[in-house]
């Protein structure tokens, strides 16, 4: 974890940003010894935001299946795509 003080953007931006990209992490800005900001490269966030929207997906369908939707093993998956493939032909 990469933490520096926020007068460090107006100095070390170009540093900042490296740390960033290169590694992928986030790096923490402090004010007054206190946390203020996160930095992250776009690369970094579309992949947070992927895997948090993932995890909601995952436990929005964990929610339904508990509630009592039906549920479907791959052999049904398979055999409905079948089912379809052969109604085209």
């Given at each position: 974890?990469v933490i520096k003080?926020?007068?460090?953007?107006?100095t070390?931006?170009?540093?900042i940003?490296?740390?960033?990209?290169?590694k992928?992490?986030?790096?923490?800005?402090?004010k007054?010894?206190?946390?203020?900001?996160v930095v992250?490269?776009?690369a970094?966030?579309?992949?947070?935001?992927?895997?948090?929207?993932?995890?909601?997906k995952?436990l929005?369908a964990?929610?339904?299946?508990?509630n009592?939707?039906?549920?479907?093993?791959?052999d049904d998956v398979?055999?409905?795509?079948?089912g379809?493939?052969h109604?085209?032909?």
């Amino acid at each position: 974890m990469v933490i520096k003080p926020t007068t460090a953007l107006r100095t070390e931006l170009g540093e900042i940003t490296r740390i960033c990209k290169e590694k992928s992490e986030p790096v923490y800005l402090t004010k007054n010894g206190e946390g203020e900001l996160v930095v992250m490269s776009i690369a970094a966030y579309e992949r947070r935001e992927a895997m948090l929207n993932l995890r909601a997906k995952l436990l929005e369908a964990e929610q339904q299946r508990l509630n009592g939707t039906p549920t479907y093993t791959t052999d049904d998956v398979r055999g409905y795509i079948r089912g379809l493939h052969h109604e085209q032909a």
